[in-house]
């Protein structure tokens, strides 16, 4: 096999992972899991799964039951949860691989019910979000009478902001501590531990602050940065004053200045909203972007980086908070979005 050198790499850092989760799992108070779906929101859910749990994290929540396969086979001494439940198509899986469905309605759970064997199942209740999860009415009902509940669940709305849902959703979900027995009950995810050990019952589920995100104003200054994106500089121009950038000739060159092309664009989840905020640095010096990202090719002004040139590698600006709060897209997406084309390299 030919050997190819990639021009995109992630720079991850297995250290600020484990010591993402460490905090959290401090601010718990409970047992810390962490949702490794997206691929581990775009990091890569194996070796995620893996660094965390050399550190101790025994619950590992995926989306879908062939991200559950893909983790195959897993650390010895974790679980491993599917929260989207189990279809009819999905029963050969459920029944086969070493993960438990969280069931999330009644014909779930009639189908996980039907399949007998009294296997060990999680449960979605729903408390305000109106997304997946059996209504309160209908868990409280006797519906779940019988079933081996490992975890009891639900899913905070709007944990990442000052609202009254919060505490009308915990106490809607103590109310179903009190009346569905489950060996263990979840509510928070990593906003939700930031509102205070309350939320976190016996198992907190965090997501996003594991891989860098701050999901509210109490996590700021604990949470590490986990993800540096880097592009591979495939050209350095130097563009005379009055002269054009890009699709739409959206910059104008005001004096004569040097351009380094990245190869990079929103292919790879750099999108064009970016444009006019985004930016990178090498050796200490500032690149900002200029005109449009294109679909694989991005300018930034090399003015302050005299010596750059082909085959240099420029970090992106991805502090997650600011970069979401400039280009207006989420946290999540920015991790999420982050294409195949960048290798990821863990440090």
Known sequence: MIDIASSLRLRLDRAALVANWRWLAAQSGAACGAAIKADGYGLGARAVMRHLADAGCRDFFVATWAEAAALMPPP??????????????????????????????IDQVARWR?????????????TGMNRLGLTTEEAVSGALAGLAIETLMSHLASADEESAQ??????????????????????????GICLGTDYAF??????LALYGGTPRGEAAGHIRQVVCPEALVLQV?????????GYGATWTAQV????????????????????????????????????????????????????IGEGDWLALDYHLPDV????????????TGLGPRFERIWN
């Open 76 to 105: 010895a001494g974790v679980s491993l949860s599917v929260l989207h439940g189990v279809g009819e198509a999905d029963m050969i899986a459920a029944r086969s691989l070493p993960a438990r469905p969280v069931l999330n309605s």
């Open 114 to 126: 039907a399949a007998g064997e009294g296997q060990p199942c999680d449960v979605m209740v729903d």
């Open 166 to 191: 919060n505490a009308r959703q915990l106490a809607a979900f103590g109310a179903l501590r009190d009346a569905i027995p489950a060996r263990r009950y979840s509510l928070a995810n990593s906003a």
């Open 202 to 207: 016996d198992l907190t589920r965090p997501g």
């Open 237 to 245: 121009r130097d563009v005379r004053v009055g002269e054009t950038v």
């Open 256 to 307: 004569d200045t040097r351009v380094a092309i990245a190869n990079l664009g929103y292919a790879d989840g750099y999108l064009r909203c970016h444009g006019g905020t985004g930016g990178a640095t090498w050796q200490g010096a500032a690149l900002p972007l200029i005109g449009r990202v294109s679909m694989d090719l991005t300018a930034f002004d090399a003015s302050d980086a005299d010596a």
């Open 324 to 335: 979401a709060a400039h280009s207006g897209l989420s946290q999540y997406e920015l991790l």
